[in-house]
């Protein structure tokens, strides 16, 4: 079955229309959707058997930053006192070398990308990246050099030293967490920080050479204003980054901002959907193309060299306490939590943990038995980008159109005007309206038993 959707697609806003920021889905499912595995646990080398090795993601994970922005709720410490970067990157190393023991045996290994996020990867001193490519590197066997590699960064720790040690071992991409250009809403969203230095960064990343720079910027700040949302906007643009991110606001359970402020009034929700707008026009207007709701690439950035990823269908191996892995039958993790507490005492447990060779926390993407969860992922993931979804792939995979599998929703999508009548044959793909309402949109997507391990899930 093949439909089409009306070429001028309505735009349905009213008291019917679902909250725009519910929920970003940059991975399906979300770790809160995780729970502990039966003890011991599967062993890696059985999960990876047979599983497809020759293109697989490679991400590395430090959970250390220098502030605690009040608006993250990633898995990360402030600080690493008493050596404990030294102990992390040596459990790093552990587990590298098991994991990397687990995937031989058949077929060829290969990694096609690699990335080291966070928490702030430059938080680690230049000998320390120095030793991190090591073990991406000679542990892991990831030809850093040949391939697409992404830093995250913030302003302070990019210092001269570090990027050249990351530029020299083949990072491509660095991306600088900047958030805002006004001094006092840098303050207001608890990430102390001064124009001046964030400027010195800048200038130091495009020093180093690095080919693409990726800034993030955050609106919805307390304070922020369409103009003042501007300035940012222009003064990100003068460095010409080959990509922008532009983030809503979340306000969220034990986050700084999420201990003292009010949520959700939907004069929040107009005030952040105004500024995406004037944000998203901005861009469009000096040369970007939007790849996704967040993301913006420059339209004559130098590509970035092979990719031949694919994540909704390829395999991922994550090293380091929050760092997710996914075969085609389970993602897993280590434990999931934000209070500070808690994160350093996973911490603790990852940096004393000898055996590595297990999955102790995750999902099975076989649960139900009959390929629900990977069709949900695989239309969530190419859905959520500008590009769409290719229904040739789709129907490769999963035998059947999407409207097959998801009639009901995508009918309501549809109604809403978030689909986009004028794609071209063969590609399902959503309306600019679509785009704007994805934290919307991406939620109804979740299967039932994912809704309600994500609802079960208690916040700590
Ligand atoms: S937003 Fe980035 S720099 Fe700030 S606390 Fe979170 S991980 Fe660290």
Not at 28 to 51: D, I, N, Q, S, V
Request: glycine letters at 10%.
């Amino acid at each position: 079955m093949s439909t089409t959707y009306p070429a001028a697609t309505p735009v349905a806003t009213g008291p019917d229309t679902p909250r725009p920021y519910q929920n970003y889905v940059y991975a399906y499912p979300h770790k809160t959707a995780y729970r502990p595995l039966p003890e011991p646990g599967p062993r890696l080398a059985e999960l990876w058997r047979g599983e497809p090795k020759d293109a697989l993601s490679l991400y590395l994970h430090i959970p250390f930053c220098d502030v605690r922005c009040g608006f993250c709720n990633l898995f990360t410490r402030i600080g690493a006192p008493d050596e404990l970067s030294t102990r992390y990157l040596d459990a790093l190393e552990r587990q590298a070398g098991a994991v990397r023991e687990a995937l031989a045996g058949d077929g060829p290994v290969r990694f096609a990308t690699a990335a080291f996020g966070g928490g702030t990867p430059t938080f680690l001193t230049a000998d320390e990246l120095t030793r991190l490519c090591d073990i991406a590197e000679r542990r892991m066997g990831a030809d850093l050099r040949a391939v697409p590699l992404s830093v995250e960064a913030s302003p302070s720790t990019a210092t001269a030293d570090r990027l050249a040690v990351l530029a020299e071992r083949g990072a491509t991409r660095l991306s600088l967490g900047v958030q805002s250009f006004v001094d006092a809403e840098a303050r207001a969203a608890v990430r102390p920080q001064r124009r001046a230095d964030v400027e010195a960064a800048l200038a130091r990343i495009r020093a180093a050479g690095i080919p693409v720079l990726n800034i993030d910027l955050i609106y919805g700040i307390d304070g922020q204003t369409e103009e003042s949302w501007r300035l940012s906007l222009d003064a990100a643009l003068r460095w010409r980054p080959e990509e922008l991110y532009l983030y809503p606001l979340y306000v969220r359970p034990l986050t700084g901002l999420g201990r003292r402020a009010a949520v959700g009034e939907r004069a929040w929700d107009e005030h952040r959907l105004g500024l995406y707008r004037a944000g998203r026009d901005h861009l469009l207007a000096h040369g970007y193309e939007q790849r996704s709701m967040r993301m913006f690439r420059r339209a004559d950035a130098p590509a970035q060299g092979p990719d031949d990823y694919a994540c909704q269908t390829d395999g991922m191996i994550g090293l380091g306490c929050g760092a997710r892995s996914y075969t085609s039958a389970l993602h897993y993790s280590f434990d999931y939590a934000v209070d500070a507490r808690e994160v350093r005492s996973i911490i603790d447990t990852y940096t004393a943990t000898e055996d590595f060779g297990r999955a102790v926390h995750g999902r099975y993407m076989t649960d139900g038995g009959d390929g629900d969860e990977a069709r949900r992922r695989h239309l969530l993931q190419s859905l959520l980008q500008a590009d769409g979804l290719e229904r040739a792939d789709y129907r490769g995979r999963f035998g059947g159109d999407p409207e097959d599998h998801f009639g009901a929703e995508l009918a309501g999508f549809a109604a809403r005007g978030w689909l986009d009548g004028g794609a071209p044959a063969g590609v399902l793909r959503l309306s600019p309206e679509g785009l704007a309402y994805s934290d919307a949109l991406g939620p109804e997507l979740f299967s039932p038993a994912v809704r309600a391990a994500m609802s079960a899930y208690e916040a700590r």
